[in-house]
Each structure stands twice: as structure tokens, then as C-alpha cells.
């Protein structure tokens, strides 16, 4: 019998290791874009970094942004090019039909899901295990990723 909880228990055990490997990245920050309507792949990836702005590890991995004239690099009224100048002129806060949500999951707060970024695109600090999505909002509607 207590082989059988000794086997019972590793099981458990290397269980409960694989969900934590699955779910926890120490040394990258995943990075999640779903473009939405703007008709491009969604992009998922782990992108090794330390301790950033939000703004720069996205710059420095070929996501080139784009702010407001009246709001700066704190609002992404532009990701990658999407929407396009014929879609939204950039001079003041995007559509509230239309726009880039910022979301975050901090890997300090286990299990938690996304959450509204509290400050602006270029103040947010990132740390490693953290998660990082934009997604282009349509209709006002956000599709939270999982």
C-alpha cells in the first residue's frame, strides 16, 4: 500500500511540475499581439529579456510602434504599421471602437489572468515570467487571450 502512495505522490509531483514549467518562463517575457479584424497572424512568443519598458522590448523585437501627437508614445495608436493613416490619423486617443488594449499578467500573481495595463505603453516595466498582450480592439470589444 504505500508503494502504491509513494508512486501516487510522483506522479502528482512531476504533474504538478510540468504545469508549473508550462506556466512559468523565468528568464523571457511572453509577448502575445492579436492583430483582431487587421488581418494579420496573431503572434505568440517568449522573448528572452530582463527587466524592461514594455515599450522598448517591443521596438527592440521588430514591433515597431507608433503613439497620438497629443498623448505621445504612452497611447499605441499604431502596431506594426496596423490601422493604417486611412483608418486613424494619430493625433489624439484612437476610436473607442477601434484601438490597441494593453494587458499584462504578472507571473508574481500566480494563475492570474490578464489584466488592463495601469499605465501608459511606454512606463510599463515588464519582468521575466511576465506576460505582455496587444490586441486590436473591434466594436470595442477585447478578446482577452487565455
Same mark, same amino acid.
Given at each position: 500500500?504505500?508503494?502504491?502512495? $509513494? *508512486? ?9 511540475? $510540468?504545469?508549473?514549467?508550462?506556466? #512559468?518562463?523565468?528568464?523571457? %517575457? ?19 529579456? #530582463?527587466?524592461?519598458? $514594455? *515599450? ?10 507608433? /503613439?497620438?501627437?497629443?498623448? /505621445? ?5 499604431? &502596431? ?8 486613424? #490619423? ?18 508574481? %500573481?500566480?494563475?492570474?489572468?490578464y489584466v488592463w ?6 512606463? &510599463?516595466?515588464l519582468s521575466p515570467?511576465? #506576460? ?7 466594436? /470595442? ?6
Open positions: 500500500m504505500n508503494k502504491v502512495k $509513494a *508512486i501516487l505522490a510522483i506522479v502528482v509531483l512531476m504533474g504538478s511540475l $510540468a504545469v508549473f514549467e508550462a506556466t #512559468s518562463n523565468k528568464d523571457c %517575457i511572453t509577448v502575445y499581439v492579436d492583430y483582431g479584424t487587421l488581418e494579420k497572424s496573431t503572434f505568440n512568443e517568449c522573448i528572452k529579456s #530582463s527587466e524592461t519598458k $514594455a *515599450i522598448d522590448l517591443l521596438v527592440n523585437n521588430n514591433f515597431p510602434l507608433q /503613439g497620438t501627437e497629443k498623448y /505621445g508614445d504612452a497611447v499605441v495608436c499604431r &502596431l506594426n504599421g496596423l490601422p493604417t493613416a486611412k483608418d486613424e #490619423s494619430c493625433q489624439d486617443m484612437p476610436s473607442e471602437n477601434a484601438y490597441w488594449a494593453i494587458l499584462v499578467k504578472e507571473d508574481q %500573481i500566480l494563475f492570474e489572468d495595463a495601469q499605465v501608459g505603453i511606454d512606463q &510599463l516595466i515570467g511576465d #506576460s505582455l498582450a496587444l490586441v486590436f480592439a473591434t466594436n /470595442g470589444s477585447v478578446n482577452f487571450p487565455e
